[in-house]
């Protein structure tokens, strides 16, 4: 990877990112089960499909998480490069057009540490930060696909919050709302929070596991009204992925709906819904955060640790 040697480094850095042009998603839920993860792999085998270089970080502990719903087994992730005991190459998993970093214990390791019960050297995390630099480079489209927040209560106090830290960067946020009544409130209290404590106001919806169009629209409308009387925060309608058998024979085989059925409906959907996100359009701080944004918030200290647990402390722990 070639860098631009200026006097500063964190300038140097920021400038190569944004000749990178990555743009970054970052895939949520309102609660556990929703399809957050499966429609990370559809949209990443979506955008491949169209030709882009397309990583996802996967921040979610097995089981089940996003290599293992593709037969994949890491040998090696994230915290193993910035320990140095293997290099980047050895931590990415490649998937039919796409790649996997996976990065749930680097992320929990830094939360740690900053919660003082583990020290990261430092020398472990320059690597850290070089190596999602340098898994960055080249990349068309990143996917976070979050990890759900774990808390803990220790003698009657909130732990911490096991949160992605893209939450607080400037990369699009792609909100996974289930079609029914407990998917509809956790979707919309995760809004709320992630508008009034962590000041995003720009929210992508697409509406799992409906019926059609219609009734999608109908679920999204409810929480764009309630958002609009209670929020400043703006909901934009991506689109919806509907009832497909096909989608879960899929997921049973280990492949992306596209792969497997490619006429499905689903398929269809995930398509369409994938050339959309390439089209949104892309705030000036979203230029200039990206990847960026992503490792500063890797890497700065989590001042208010409490604070960070209770803004995810409703969003579907469990």
Do not use: W
């Amino acid at each position: 990877m070639h860098t631009d040697c200026g006097a500063d480094q964190a300038e140097g850095l920021r400038r190569l990112l944004v000749c990178n042009q990555t743009q970054v998603i970052t895939v949520v839920a309102g609660k556990a089960g929703v399809g957050r993860t499966s429609a990370a792999i559809n949209l990443a085998a979506a955008l491949a499909s169209s030709g882009k270089n397309v990583l996802v970080l996967d921040e979610n502990h097995a089981p089940n998480n996003l290599p293992m719903r593709l037969g994949l087994f890491a040998t090696h992730d994230l915290l193993d490069v910035a320990q140095g005991k293997c290099k980047l190459r050895e931590a990415v998993l490649a998937n039919r057009g796409f790649c996997i970093l996976p990065v749930a214990r680097a992320m929990h390791a830094l939360q740690r540490a900053e919660d003082r019960t583990v020290t990261l050297k430092h020398e472990e995390r320059q690597r850290l930060k070089n190596a999602l630099t340098e898994a960055s480079d080249g990349v068309d489209v990143m996917l976070v696909d979050t990890a759900m927040p774990v808390l803990s209560q220790i003698e009657g106090q909130v732990g911490q919050a096991t949160v992605s830290s893209s939450l607080v960067s400037g990369a699009a946020l792609l909100v996974v709302v289930e079609a029914t009544p407990s998917g509809i409130t956790e979707s919309y209290a995760l809004i709320k929070r992630l508008a009034t404590r962590n000041a995003h106001q720009q929210f992508e919806i697409v509406v799992n596991k409906a019926g059609n169009e219609k009734a999608a629209m109908t679920v999204f409308e409810n929480m764009a009204k309630v958002t609009r009387r209670n929020l400043t925060a703006h909901l934009e309608y991506l689109g919806y992925i509907p009832f497909d058998d096909r989608l879960n024979y899929a997921t049973q085989l280990g492949k992306p709906v596209i792969e497997a059925f490619p006429a499905a409906a689903s398929a269809k959907s995930y398509l369409k819904l994938s050339q959309k996100l390439l089209r949104l359009p892309r705030q000036q701080d979203e230029v200039e955060g990206g990847v960026s944004a992503i490792i500063q918030n890797l890497m700065k200290q989590v001042s208010q640790p409490a604070a960070l647990a209770r803004c995810c402390e409703a969003s579907g722990a469990g």
